[in-house]
């Protein structure tokens, strides 16, 4: 069953990618991309995967050893669960990527690179991105962090 999970894990992912990187400019990619829950079935095989492994996981995410990680990767669930991990993180940011290129108008072509990459070698696509998004002004015309407001 473990297997099977693994399998399934970025078939639930994958068509999300295909959206942003192959459909970029349909009216649905922005609908459907613009809600976190595109995750969710992702998270549901983490749950899965993990919780009644909790009592052998909590222990190496808590204290964690190189030994004690490759021995917990080391394992089918472990495994399963670490590419479940990967695959909704790596979603995750690369949907905040897309929606943020968007934004500050960041051409497909340049994005699809980026999406792809985000997808082989997540932290490596989203550093790539980070680079890349400092050449395209947030349509404010200054970064979208919160601002602060005084309390009087």
Do not use: E, K, N, Q
């Not at 959206?19 to 400019?25: A, C, K």
């Not at 990619?29 to 492994?53: E, G, H, K």
């Not at 990767?73 to 590419?83: L, P």
Request: positive net charge; glycine residues 8%; charged residues 10%.
């Amino acid at each position: 069953m473990t297997a099977t999970w693994f399998t399934l894990t970025f078939a639930l992912a994958a068509p999300f990618w295909a959206l942003m990187i192959l459909l970029p400019g349909w009216s649905w990619t922005i609908r459907i991309v613009r809600s976190p829950l595109i995750v969710l079935p992702v998270l549901v095989i983490y749950a899965v995967l993990v919780l009644p492994a909790l009592g052998a996981v909590l222990p190496v995410v808590t204290s964690p050893t190189l030994t004690g990680v490759r021995d917990l990767f080391g394992t089918d669930v472990g495994a399963a669960a670490a590419w479940a991990h990967l695959i909704g993180f790596d979603l995750f940011v690369g949907r905040w990527a897309w929606l943020d290129s968007r934004d500050r108008a960041v051409p497909a072509l340049v994005m699809a690179p980026v999406l792809v990459a985000t997808i082989l070698l997540g932290p490596l696509g989203l550093a790539g991105y980070l680079v890349l998004r400092t050449r395209w002004a947030h349509p404010s015309g200054a970064a979208a962090a919160p601002t602060s407001r005084s309390v009087g």
